[in-house]
């Protein structure tokens, strides 16, 4: 029997990876633009760096870690996140200590969680995310939302929404909690065992339950906002200002919870709203984590951030229908006839790639009909053909694949017609 490919996993295959290096392009050229460095960390980190860092009582931790011993007896886990990571490098490194702060940072790779697959949900997913340590200004939180959602716009998406809340600061969040605890106590018997041991430990997951969603008492749940005190309000309405003063456009929704324990003051979401896009709307997720670096060993140092996931990205490009700007297919195809011309095409070939022309020829021995369909299937530009006549004669016969037009070229500046023919 052949061997399967892990559930919740996919192979990237040619065809459909350059999709894939677009879309990093484009992030990594928005980021540098923003003035963002790319950051490259462990795919696996200590345990602990989650459970300290994400929260033991989130999903995450609890139930999606892929977790192992190494021969050492350490306790290890493939990363499900690249925020722990960064802030744990952040920390390790003194990147603190550089002048320059904040300290902007972006990176990609995959990630992993142990979830029941399904569209959009993977166990191995590739996470492209942004963090900003080192800065409490509301125009850091603005810039980094307006980076997410700048990215979706570059590559072509339109049906956006970007959904915002805060969660205040530590006083906004206990009188919060305390609330909750109040809301949720007389009747936690309806609710799942998750949900009833959420109760005192981190009632805030309790909002965020898939099973309990439905329950009367999640919608009458007292809000967050209406617990902000006067400073969080005012960091919650400077953040509001800055994006409407870059027309961003954001809706605010005070139920918002994200999945992971670090956040306060503002967090967000960008759901797709395109037709026919899966059940899991969300592309992308964020937010401040004032605590997380203390958390962590370091010095106290706020954050924020964002991460969205590539694949969740492609199929929002397939729900819009929209093509990106990827040509797969060869500047210049050599076709060659008899012995000789195939040597001086090898040559030849060896000379477009040298200067940086992406160009083909045959391997497999095809007649000349055959090696033309093959420059076809190659998606050619232009076809050169060589027999004995043009090595006689020291030329090349260039086809242009578009217009049918043919000339002859001296062989001697046959790499700079073609070059002179691409710009
Ligand atoms: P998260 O909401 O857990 O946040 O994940 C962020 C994004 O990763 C999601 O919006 C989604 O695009 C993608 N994602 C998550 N799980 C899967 C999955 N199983 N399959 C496919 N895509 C998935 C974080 O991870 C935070 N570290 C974000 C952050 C950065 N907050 C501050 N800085």
Excluded at 84 to 96: D, H, I, P, Q, Y
Excluded at 211 to 227: F, W
Aim: with cysteine.
């Amino acid at each position: 029997m052949s061997i399967q490919i892990p559930r919740g996993t996919q192979d990237i295959l040619p065809g459909e990876v350059e999709k894939w290096q677009y879309i990093e392009k484009v992030a990594t050229d928005l980021c540098r633009a923003y003035q963002y460095n790319e950051i490259r960390t462990p795919i696996f980190e200590s345990s602990e760096l989650f459970t300290r860092g994400v929260g033991d009582t989130t999903d995450i931790v609890q139930k999606e870690m892929y977790m192992f011993e190494d021969r050492g007896g350490r306790s290890l886990a493939l990363r499900p996140e690249g925020t722990a990571s960064v802030v744990r490098s952040f920390v390790g490194n003194k990147l603190f200590g550089n002048a320059n702060q904040p300290t902007k940072l972006f990176y990609t790779g995959p990630m992993f969680r142990y979830e029941r697959p399904q569209a959009g949900r993977y166990r191995q997913f590739v996470q492209f995310g942004v963090e900003a340590l080192g800065s409490e200004d509301p125009a850091i939180d603005a810039e980094v939302l307006s980076l997410a959602m700048g990215i979706y716009k570059k590559l072509g998406l339109r049906k956006l929404k970007l959904v915002i809340n805060s969660l205040g600061d530590g006083g906004s969040r206990q009188a919060h909690r305390e609330a909750l605890i109040n809301h949720f106590k007389p009747r936690i018997g309806e609710f799942c065992s998750d949900c009833q041991n959420r109760l005192e430990k981190n009632p805030l997951r309790i909002l965020d339950c898939k099973k309990d969603r439905d329950h009367e008492l999640m919608a009458t749940a007292p809000s967050i906002l209406d617990y902000l005190n006067e400073e969080s309000n005012a960091y919650f309405e400077k953040v509001q200002s800055y994006l409407t003063s870059m027309d961003v456009e954001f809706v605010v929704d005070p139920t918002l919870v994200r999945g992971l324990d670090y956040y306060n003051h503002t967090a967000f979401e960008i759901m797709s709203e395109a037709e026919g896009f899966g059940a899991i709307t969300t592309l992308c997720g964020g937010g401040r984590y004032n605590g997380l670096v203390q958390e962590i060993g370091g010095p106290e140092t706020p954050g924020i951030g964002f991460a969205f996931s590539i694949e969740r990205l492609i199929a929002a490009l397939e729900a819009e229908k929209v093509a990106l700007p990827i040509h797969q297919g060869v500047d210049c195809y050599i076709v060659a006839m008899g012995e000789e011309a195939k040597a001086y095409g090898v040559k030849l070939l060896h000379q477009l790639r040298e200067a940086g022309i992406s160009s083909e020829k045959d391997y497999l021995d095809r007649k000349v009909k055959a090696q033309f369909k093959s420059a076809d299937r190659h998606q050619a530009k232009y076809v050169a053909v060589i027999g004995e006549n043009e090595l006689q004669e020291n030329k090349v016969n260039v086809k242009d694949m578009a217009t049918g037009e043919q000339e002859e070229v001296a062989i001697d500046s046959f790499v700079d017609h073609i070059k002179s023919k691409l710009v």
